[in-house]
């Protein structure tokens, strides 16, 4: 298996399958898919969704998952994500 964050696992499938790329992040999910992967599955995980992505050219999923996390966008959603929170405790 890759080297990984809590959050995201290269899933090892039996021969004869692709390669995937899970994460439970969904900013993170929505970049992949914005630069061109595929959605193999999702599914609720207690509070979480667990998002499968197509990840066959050779690890992309970890090349993109750097690149998001140097990314504008990965920056947008962290001060969404800091707006939320100030709503949150102003109710």
């Known amino acids: 298996m890759s080297e990984t964050t ?3 696992v290269m899933t090892e499938k039996p021969a004869g399958t692709s390669p995937a790329f899970e994460t439970y992040d ?3 999910a929505a970049y992949l898919i914005l630069r ?3 959605v ?3 599914d609720r995980r207690r509070n979480n969704i667990r998002f ?8 992309v999923c970890k090349t993109l ?4 996390l140097n ?8 001060i969404v994500r800091d707006l939320k929170k100030i709503m949150a405790r102003k109710e």
């Open 52 to 59: 499968v992505l197509d990840d066959t050219e050779d690890e």
């Open 65 to 68: 998952h750097i690149e998001f």
């Open 40 to 42: 193999v599955t999702y």
């Open 6 to 8: 809590a959050n995201e």
């Open 26 to 28: 969904m900013s993170l």
């Open 71 to 78: 990314s504008d966008f990965k920056k947008y959603d962290s």
């Open 36 to 38: 061109g992967r595929k």
